[in-house]
């Protein structure tokens, strides 16, 4: 990490400016866009307080998620205050030995959190208070995390939009107009809004990616069962319904936060689970950044539209790698998509199903819900074939979810990665779900523009990373996906780090309030939203 920097940060309103290193020409912004991993450096070493720091985040918070409305619920403030006075005693004792000592995080309202409300995305869920935490959670506040609050997701998890009637609709900091993504929009956009320095989101058709690229972020979706389920979409009194496809994982403003978020989340052999595998983040494979790069990439999937603009801020990020001493190939995995959507759905429909109340034709609910929410048909039917599979219906599909994996894993077995966009556009306006899209003055349906990108690609279960490229003309952010083979997700991270050389990184959103926290920018004025 380097240490030549400076720290800029608030007390009694003004900003102040102290030494952290010798060069005097680089300052941080402010506490709020600080990296985690600077934060928590400058915590331990006592330049900054942990009530600064949480202090800092709650006025933010309250200044902006009124218009921005990322987070759903947030703990007493008295609460928050305490535990940020608690963790500073210890740095004084000397036992401030936790990886995230300090930092307030926001959590995706599908992780139980003891204390917190916990919808899933559920109405019959939305006043739910959890009695105790999800595994990936205990791991954040064992490594000294402060977790705030809750960040809202998308009417049963199962949109890219995040909006629901109990919670309202989550807004995008570059332009509220637009979308947040989802369904883990909360948490993308309160990392890119600096409500959080990190996020804990979930991702099975996007819903991780999605919202890193539609909000200039970074986020992984980790290696299928690498990080642990338990406790996260959990229905009460009922088992751990979803163990397939639905990967947790960590947002970030930059790589190296994310690498920092799995060094906790992912650290499977301090905090061991039997049903996962008993390795450390840190030991799995990685990569010599003098070693040349085996590149696949695509400029779309499936043949899907992809927008102009995007389409040419993706070239040109190819172009300056294709600088370097690299390979490269234009390639891609061949397979059925439809087929692939559908035993994909069913899968999901099947798990959903465990938890879901016992009622006639429930089956024919999922299926006018979803055909007729999100104009459908491939989707809907698969979620309601899974809703009464047989025993032996089920192992068939994941006897075949098997197949596909092994045709993924072969093709990026041939390469060290493969890079493609997201999805087929910039975060788009606020529309009603299931509207078709106009791309490049083509009509394109709501779920293939962005699911052809996401739902198979998640299927096999690989690694697979967002970095934000630049941002368009509007100024919206976009970035690509980065796809490596299974259980390469450290080395995943590494190229990742080095393939920011090339970008601008994460842009704060320009027009956001940043008031009493270090630099000052405009702001919006309320919207209502």
């Known amino acids: 990490m380097n240490q030549n920097k400076s720290f800029i940060f608030i007390r ?9 290193g010798n060069n005097k020409n680089r300052t941080l912004k402010n506490i709020l866009f600080t990296s985690a991993n600077e934060l928590v450096e400058n915590i331990k070493s006592k330049k900054i307080s942990v009530v600064e720091v949480v202090t800092a985040f709650l006025n933010h918070i309250k200044e902006n998620n009124p218009s921005i409305n990322a987070i759903c619920e947030l703990r007493n403030e008295k609460d928050i205050l305490n535990e940020a006075l608690e963790k ?6 000397g036992k401030a030995s936790g990886l995230l000592h300090g930092l307030p995080l ?17 109405p019959l ?8 935490d999800a595994e990936l959670v205990k791991r954040l506040k064992n490594e000294g995390a402060i977790i705030i609050g809750k960040t809202n997701t998308a009417l049963y998890c199962i949109d890219w939009q995040s909006t629901n009637f109990w919670n309202g609709q989550t807004n995008n900091p570059y332009d509220l107009s637009r979308v947040a993504g989802g369904s883990s929009g909360g948490s993308a956009v309160s990392v890119s809004s600096g ?8 991702d099975a058709g996007g819903s991780i990616r999605v919202p890193a690229h539609f909000n200039g972020i970074c986020g992984l979706r980790p290696t299928e069962n690498y990080l642990s389920n338990r406790g996260h979409l959990k229905v009460p009194n009922k ?4 163990r397939h496809i639905v990967t947790p994982g960590p947002f970030a403003k930059n790589v190296d936060d994310l690498i920092l978020m799995m060094q906790v989340l992912g650290n499977n052999s301090k905090y061991q689970l039997p049903e996962l595998p008993q390795v450390d983040f840190n ?11 085996n590149i696949a990439y695509s400029e779309t999937i499936n043949e899907t539209e992809v927008d102009n603009e995007y389409l040419e801020l993706f070239k040109g990020f190819i172009s300056k790698i294709k600088n370097e001493s690299h390979i490269f190939n234009s390639d891609h995995p061949i397979y059925n998509e439809q087929k692939a959507y559908l035993e994909c759905s069913k899968v999901i429909g099947f798990e959903i199903g465990i938890n879901n109340p016992k009622v006639p034709l429930l089956s024919t609910f999922m299926y006018s819900f979803i055909r007729l929410k999100y104009k459908d048909h491939l989707w809907a039917k698969g979620m309601a074939i899974g809703q009464r599979l047989s025993n032996i219906k089920y192992a068939k599909a994941i006897d075949y979810k098997d197949e596909f994996s092994e045709i993924y894993d072969a093709f990026l077995t041939k390469y060290d990665i493969w890079i493609t966009p997201v999805c087929s556009f910039e975060a788009y306006k606020h529309q009603r779900a299931g509207k078709p899209f106009v791309v490049n003055n083509k009509k394109i349906g709501y779920t293939k523009a962005i699911a052809s990108f996401n739902f198979t690609s998640a299927f096999s279960g690989h690694p697979i990373v967002v970095i934000p490229i630049g941002k368009k003309k509007n100024g919206m952010p976009v970035g690509i996906q980065v796809h490596s083979r299974k259980w390469t997700d450290k080395k995943l991270l590494e190229i990742a780090k080095y393939l920011e050389q090339f970008t601008n990184g994460f842009e704060m ?11 000052c920018c405009t702001s919006y004025k309320k919207t209502g939203l």
């Open 195 to 202: 409500f959080s320095p990190l996020e804990l989101g979930a």
């Open 239 to 242: 088992p751990q319904g979803r």
């Open 509 to 519: 959103p320009e027009k956001i309030t940043v008031a009493n926290n270090g630099a």
């Open 283 to 293: 030991s799995t494979s990685q990569w010599n950044d003098k070693s040349p790069l």
């Open 125 to 132: 869920l939305r006043n739910y208070v959890a009695k105790e």
């Open 106 to 122: 926001t959590i995706k309202d599908s992780f139980l959190v003891k204390g917190l409300k916990n919808s899933n995305g559920d």
């Open 12 to 20: 009694n309103g003004v900003a102040a400016q102290t030494p952290v």
């Open 88 to 93: 500073d005693k210890e740095i004084s004792l």
